[in-house]
């Protein structure tokens, strides 16, 4: 594949809304540099948590649209959709069916984190709570949390029917570091679904793809990298099953 065909699914590019993007200025800035990235399509993952709880539907949806017009108008070639990312409580289920918050591009997916030290039953049981809701719950950044670095608890969430999103710069990191050796293995023994950049800012959280996608290309099999970095994703767009 190209490298220019990525699919980024999890971002914080909405202006003003969470710690992302802290302007229109910024928010397009991020866009331009997420382009020379490689990344055509993005989904705005604004925060649902306590200290975002004022994020409705209906201001993220505008915010996309007006996001997409501007990024048009200055001709970047990237398309928005529209998503939430849920910090998970026992009222979350509730509020995703009665349309209180997003779903990933309208679909059943569901971008869902957890405090890091959340325990391997807690997210277990809101794995099942969510698919029995009819949701498929994907886990952001499943590199943070300790209680999922037990491969068995991988596989048992996946057949419990959840999906796994890895952040491209734990991939990219010294070899050393004990996160980026872990995220490593995870991708070769192909336990994640997708990758996002989890982009905040163009400094400290900027969006960055090529060092991952350059070790993806010698370490990872081609196919599986395509569903990685934009198969998969696709199938969130057209709410198709994984």
């Given at each position: 594949?190209?490298?220019?065909?990525?699919?980024?699914?999890?971002?914080?590019?909405?202006?003003?809304?969470?710690?992302?993007?802290?302007?229109?200025?910024?928010?397009?800035?991020?866009?331009?540099?997420?382009?020379?990235?490689?990344?055509?399509?993005?989904?705005?993952?604004?925060?649902?948590?306590?200290?975002?709880?004022?994020?409705?539907?209906?201001?993220?949806?505008?915010?996309?649209?007006?996001?997409?017009?501007?990024?048009?108008?200055?001709?970047?070639?990237?398309?928005?959709?529209?998503?939430?990312?849920?910090?998970?409580?026992?009222?979350?289920?509730?509020?995703?069916?009665?349309?209180?918050?997003?779903?990933?591009?309208?679909?059943?997916?569901v971008l869902i984190e957890f405090y890091p030290g959340a325990s391997y039953l807690e997210i277990l049981r809101a794995v099942r709570t969510l698919?029995?809701?009819?949701?498929?719950?994907?886990?952001?950044?499943?590199?943070?949390?300790?209680?999922?670095?037990?491969?068995?608890?991988?596989?048992?969430?996946?057949?419990?029917?959840?999906?796994?999103?890895?952040?491209?710069s734990s991939v990219s990191g010294n070899w050393m570091n004990e996160t980026v050796r872990w995220c490593r293995k995870m991708l070769r023994e192909q336990?994640?679904?997708?990758?996002?950049?989890?982009?905040?800012?163009?400094?400290?959280?900027?969006?960055?793809?090529?060092?991952?996608?350059?070790?993806?290309?010698?370490?990872?099999?081609?196919?599986?990298?395509?569903?990685?970095?934009?198969?998969?994703?696709?199938?969130?767009?057209?709410?198709?099953?994984?």
């Amino acid at each position: 594949m190209r490298v220019e065909d990525i699919i980024d699914i999890h971002s914080h590019i909405l202006p003003g809304i969470d710690d992302g993007a802290s302007s229109p200025e910024a928010a397009l800035h991020m866009l331009k540099e997420a382009r020379h990235q490689g990344i055509r399509e993005v989904i705005a993952t604004p925060h649902y948590s306590r200290r975002f709880q004022n994020n409705c539907p209906e201001r993220i949806r505008e915010l996309c649209g007006e996001l997409q017009k501007m990024s048009r108008e200055k001709r970047l070639e990237i398309r928005i959709h529209s998503g939430q990312e849920i910090l998970y409580s026992e009222n979350v289920p509730g509020m995703i069916a009665q349309g209180e918050l997003l779903t990933m591009a309208d679909s059943h997916y569901v971008l869902i984190e957890f405090y890091p030290g959340a325990s391997y039953l807690e997210i277990l049981r809101a794995v099942r709570t969510l698919v029995m809701e009819g949701f498929s719950p994907i886990l952001a950044h499943v590199e943070r949390y300790r209680a999922l670095r037990d491969e068995e608890r991988l596989e048992e969430l996946t057949g419990q029917g959840a999906y796994m999103q890895m952040n491209f710069s734990s991939v990219s990191g010294n070899w050393m570091n004990e996160t980026v050796r872990w995220c490593r293995k995870m991708l070769r023994e192909q336990y994640i679904h997708f990758m996002g950049t989890d982009m905040h800012d163009v400094t400290l959280r900027k969006p960055e793809t090529e060092a991952a996608v350059r070790w993806m290309r010698k370490k990872l099999d081609q196919r599986y990298m395509r569903n990685l970095l934009r198969g998969n994703a696709e199938k969130i767009i057209r709410d198709e099953k994984i």
